[in-house]
């Protein structure tokens, strides 16, 4: 590309969805249609580390013969592929195995900084990567390690300078990457801004003294990510930030896969046009698209296919004809097709600017909240501002047309279009239940149940199905015990719900105690976590 050296992706494969080796190939043979030349595998502890054997366990970690065989597949359509590692934070799934516990941790996801077995880990860790990895590049992550030093590591060594903590670990990796091979390192330049007082992503430029920027080896590069700006002086005061951290700096966005289980297209693509013409205006010259999978890894990466194709014709300087011509020719799908598995989160229309306030601080996450919302709890319902589900109906139709003329991405329809038949019936299911409750109106109640209720498990329990079906063509069969368990419990509560309802219009019980707590508001239209979704309740 004319104003990249690197133009990339990344995969997210370490929160429960840990893509196929054949999954892998479909999609990185598509990208590189597209014009991008770098791909990244983030693997937190889904990779087989050598004498690590807790490592990844029961995680569906790649072995290293899979890794070579995605890097040379990878290597032949012309892609480098990098790995994504971390080596300071977001090692949390590590924690439960008494082989790491107690050992390497500091607080938190935090891996305990000067303490032997920590570095010992890192090197087994490169070890394995240089036998598995023909690039010489690595990403060590090192992001959002906000508390870092103030956990097991003060009770030990007392109050250290947060900057002279990071800036010594980070010398460390960086000389332990060395010794295998790996000449450079890019690590996210979020701590550099967040461990003194200063705001990251801001719009001002920031300066950094000598005492930090000369401690940073020279041969890291500095990451800028940002998922959520539209305002073009936050992306330039960025990336003159960071370009004060190291001589080469990345910019990283994002193709929004993550907390829910349907893509966001159209918001990640606003934010990328003015990302990528920041890019460009400031001579960054490697940026990467991050497809993360943030609360289980719902959201299939190939889905984001038409943010990805868009954000190349901009980096290309192509037209939109010329874009949605060669998407065509690349999957073998209308690009605005493509753009309908959106749809089951634009429950007031698929018109809706994503700069509305229904979309408030960033991508909306309707679709997976109403899904979860507990029917007598309705804490997600509570502040749901419409009556109107008729959407709904009308997006599984166009839907399953699509899954039936797609030759290669109907799984991904049909999944979408399942979804939407059963928030069909889901979306307004708390709103009625407490409504007609409140008016005390037990025939009501009655019929809701025999007939939304039971159809709304019928229609989930076809979403399970599809989902499945879905997971199972892209993924490993791993992590899909956590999305039997999640829809397993919606249908159950489901059934539970009408169970009691039935009781109390047929008088068996008095009251419904969930039912008798008013509502209170709630305005967040982006909540992320499935157990904040079902309940206020321990999960």
């Not at 050598?50 to 070579?68: Q, T």
């Not at 601080?361 to 502040?383: E, I, Q, R, V």
Request: charged share 25%.
């Amino acid at each position: 590309m004319k104003h990249f050296d690197s133009f990339g992706v990344m995969i997210d494969c370490s929160r429960d969805a840990v893509p196929s080796v054949g999954g892998l190939k479909r999609f990185l043979k598509a990208v590189a249609s597209m014009g991008y030349n770098v791909a990244m595998l983030y693997t937190e502890d889904t990779y087989e580390v050598e004498n690590e054997p807790y490592f990844g366990y029961k995680r569906g970690r790649y072995s290293v013969e899979e890794l070579r065989e995605i890097d040379a597949y990878a290597a032949s359509v012309g892609i480098e592929l990098i790995p994504f590692i971390q080596t300071l934070a977001h090692l949390n799934q590590l924690k439960r195995w008494r082989a790491y516990r107690h050992k390497i941790f500091d607080i938190d996801d935090i891996l305990l900084i000067d303490e032997p077995k920590t570095y010992a880990l890192l090197e087994n860790i490169f070890s394995t990567l240089s036998k598995a990895f023909r690039s010489r590049r690595v990403h060590i992550g090192m992001d959002e390690a906000h508390h870092v030093g103030l956990g097991k590591y003060l009770d030990t060594h007392g109050f250290t300078d947060r900057y002279a903590l990071l800036t010594k670990h980070l010398k460390r990796v960086c000389e332990i990457a060395e010794k295998y091979g790996f000449t450079s390192t890019m690590m996210a330049n979020d701590l550099f801004f967040n461990l003194s007082p200063g705001v990251f992503c801001s719009d001002e430029v920031r300066d950094f003294p000598p005492a930090i920027t000369e401690n940073i080896p020279r041969n890291c590069e500095m990451v800028y990510w940002d998922y959520f700006a539209t305002d073009e002086a936050r992306y330039d005061a960025m990336m003159r930030s960071t370009q004060k951290l190291s001589e080469k700096s990345w910019f990283s966005g994002g193709a929004w896969t993550w907390n829910t289980f349907t893509p966001h297209n159209r918001y990640s693509m606003k934010r990328n046009e003015i990302a990528i013409e920041a890019c460009i205006r400031n001579g960054v010259r490697q940026a990467f698209f991050t497809l993360w999978g943030d609360n289980g890894g719902e959201c299939a990466y190939e889905s984001v296919l038409p943010a990805l194709m868009h954000a190349a014709a901009v980096a290309r300087g192509i037209s939109e004809d010329e874009m949605k011509r060669e998407f065509l020719a690349i999957t073998g799908e209308r690009f605005d097709d493509m753009m309908d598995l959106d749809l089951p989160n634009y429950i007031f229309g698929a018109d809706v600017p994503v700069e509305s306030p229904y979309f408030q601080h960033s991508a909306c996450n309707y679709a997976k909240t109403h899904l979860y919302d507990d029917p007598f709890l309705g804490t997600m319902s509570a502040s749901l501002q419409t009556e109107d589900n008729s959407l709904f109906p009308q997006y599984a139709e166009r839907l399953h047309s699509l899954a039936e003329a797609s030759e290669r991405y109907g799984l991904l329809y049909e999944t979408a279009a399942c979804l939407c038949d059963a928030l069909s019936k889901k979306l307004l299911l708390a709103k009625k239940t407490g409504a007609l409750y409140e008016k005390g109106d037990k025939q009501g109640l009655l019929a809701l149940a025999q007939n939304d209720y039971a159809e709304c498990i019928r229609l989930v329990d076809a979403f399970h199905k599809a989902f499945r079906r879905q997971w199972y063509a892209v993924n490993k069969t791993f992590g899909f015990e956590v999305h039997d368990a999640r829809l397993g419990g919606l249908k159950c509560r489901l059934e539970s719900c009408m169970e009691r309802l039935t009781d109390y219009a047929e008088d068996r019980i008095s009251d419904i105690a969930e039912l008798d707590e008013p509502l209170l508001p709630y305005k967040d239209t982006y909540v992320t976590s499935w157990a904040e979704m079902i309940s206020a309740n321990i999960v």
